[in-house]
């Protein structure tokens, strides 16, 4: 038998080969397999993933959107609770405010092409201002507040200082809101606790001046601010800031140009683009925004004019009338001297009244306590004394046990034409008068409401007058007191309330 010939093996181990082979082509192609299907996994969950990361970029995007829109909204309109912003277009947002007590949660849902959404929201403080009604002091002149007058408040509320005509000069501590037609000028310790909507401009010429909550000006010429401003600052004419450092807490919007000097922006900036802008070694944290033109941000305050007041017996329905007459050397009960003159018996004698009373002493010269006698009177009631002219020198008024009297002193305006009608003498001198706590007293006249300065005057209730002349040591504490007739808005503004967006307290993911 003839044997075929085998250079590397025999057949039988070819046969060997070729299986071995086969079977490591068949472990290839499964192992080669199971990667292509782990790689097509890999791919999908990649792509998903990628999908899934998009849709939440962009709901987040929308969502921060609608919050940057709102916030900015809510500065740029005063209008913080109940607010509403929302975008049907990318982004797509639906941005919500709520207020509570004196914080504000602004909520924003934001919605990516997909429909994923995702709502975040943000907290800020917040305060509401009232600053028009009811003016705790009202003068119809420029006027000037130095350190010497020390304002008060009541129950924590801000004192109302409204000046319709005239310029208003700060160099004290004031717990208000102020409301001026004209310019607002700080000369050195001037700590305005409150907002400043002025109907001119603002000359702020101290690095330690400071006004805390919103500063509106209407004015277009150039403000000048070398201090603090806590809240937004709206202006229609060029910002002028100083070298001192300070800060403006809110936004800036403004009709003019701005010069930073060192002044640090914790909000943001709006204003003209074709205006200058010297940024300097100033900062803004917020954004810069330069619109083609930005038109009157700073609304001009509105007054109503002056109220005339001249008396009626109709107005006081009730009320015992005390009429005094103008007997020449004369001290007798029902004469002016009964008042004028030492001991001043008709001072003391108002304590005994317990029916609402009228004390007309218009036929006198004037009403004084200027007679060396120093008057306490425990008041039980209601009292209004008329006159033409009043001297209140070391004057006090208490209230009796149990008793919460009001107290007015009026000098009248017989002129009826909605402006302060001032004839000589006819002055409200408060000069060493006290009106102590549990009484409210009104002091209404067209002429001065003159503190002499005595060093110890104290004034619960409000003032109404053509001007004001400051002196020493008057401690006031405004309590809500008006005249009959008086509207309620006889010293509202354009705007009644101020509502001041503070500080970020806290921002997050709603689940």
Known sequence: MITPFRRDG???????????????ALVVMLVLGIAGLTA?????NTTNSLVGGRDSAQARAAADAGLAQIV??????????????????????????TCDGARVTFASTGRGASGREITLAAVYEYSTQNI???????????????????????????????????????????PANIVLSGNFLTKGGCDVQGSVVAGGRIDMSNGTDTVRGTLSLAGTGTNNIQGTVGGDILAGGTLDFGWNAKTVG??????????LGSQRLLGSLTMPAGAQFARESGSVAGTINTP?????????????????????????????????????????????????????????SLATRT??????????????????????????????????????????FRPASGAAPDLWFVVEDTVNDGVPSC?????????????????????????????AGMGNDLWHGAFYGGTFDYGGGLSFYGKSIDLPGMPESDTSVGVETLEALGLLVSQRDVP
Not at 358 to 378: K, M, T
Request: charged share 20%; net charge negative.
């Open 10 to 24: 025999s057949a039988d181990q070819r046969r060997n080969d070729d299986g071995a082979v086969l079977v490591v």
């Open 40 to 44: 097509a996994a890999i791919v999908t």
């Open 72 to 97: 900015a909204q809510a500065r740029r309109s005063s209008a913080v609770c109940g607010a509403t912003a929302r975008s049907t277009v990318a982004p797509v947002y639906v941005a919500t405010s």
């Open 132 to 174: 028009g009604g009811d003016g705790d002091m009202v003068f119809f002149g420029k006027t000037t507040f130095t350190d010497e007058v020390l304002a008060h408040t009541l129950d924590d509320e801000l004192l109302s200082i409204v000046i319709p005509t005239g310029d208003f000069t700060c160099q004290s501590v004031i």
């Open 250 to 259: 809110g936004d800036v919007t403004t009709a003019g140009a701005v010069m």
């Open 292 to 348: 083609e033109t930005v038109s009157a941000p700073a609304a001009a305050p509105t007054f109503a004019p002056w109220f005339d007041y001249r008396y009626r017996a109709s107005d006081w329905t009730g009320y015992d009338v005390i009429t005094l007459a103008d007997v020449r050397g004369s001290s007798a009960e029902g004469t002016c001297g009964y008042f004028n003159a030492s001991p001043g018996t008709g001072w003391t």
């Open 355 to 396: 029916t609402p009373t009228i004390l007309d002493a218009r036929a006198c010269a004037e009403l004084s306590s200027n007679n060396g006698s120093h008057p306490d009177v425990a008041l039980k009631t209601d009292l209004v004394l008329l006159a033409n002219d009043f001297d209140l020198t070391r004057l006090t």
């Open 423 to 451: 004839v000589r003498g006819r002055d409200i001198l408060i000069n060493g008068t006290v009106i102590e706590a549990g009484i409210a007293a009104m002091a209404y006249t067209p002429c001065i409401i003159d503190v």
